[in-house]
């Protein structure tokens, strides 16, 4: 059915910046409301930043505002969060996730498909 692939974790400096990418396939990408979620060891995971299928609506979780964006390419299928200024907070498994549905929002029960994951380290 629907699968979600993310690329571009690693490992990155305290003040630097990484681009994460998730590419869909098997669904209708373009009417996806789509988000980026993280866990962190030890943590429960926890919202990052959403966006719309027309990329007309977006939110931000309080602790990235400002740093991270997200943004989408409905003719690549592809979603991006753009990271900046990265913290050793940001430190997480990052995860993608798409909810077919036109609604946005910010918990994690509301989106049906899940990415494998990609590891952000940022180091002190």
């Known amino acids: 059915q629907v699968q979600l692939v993310e690329s571009g974790g690693g490992l990155v400096q305290v003040g630097g910046s990484l681009r994460l990418s998730c590419s869909a396939s098997?669904?209708?990408?373009?009417?996806?409301?789509m988000a980026w979620f993280r866990q962190a060891p030890g943590k429960e995971r926890e919202f990052v930043a959403t966006?719309?299928?027309?990329?007309?609506?977006?939110y931000y979780a309080d602790s990235v505002k400002g740093r991270f964006t997200i943004s989408r390419d409905n003719a690549k299928n592809t979603v991006y969060l753009q990271m900046n200024s990265l913290k050793p907070e940001d430190t997480a498994v990052y995860y993608c996730?798409?909810?077919?549905?036109?609604?946005?929002?910010?918990?994690?029960?509301?989106?049906?498909?899940w990415g494998q994951g990609t590891q952000v380290t940022v180091s002190s």
């Open positions: 996730a798409a909810d077919p549905r036109l609604r946005v929002g910010r918990q994690s029960h509301q989106y049906d498909y």
């Open positions: 966006i719309s299928w027309n990329s007309g609506i977006t």
């Open positions: 098997g669904g209708t990408f373009s009417s996806y409301t």
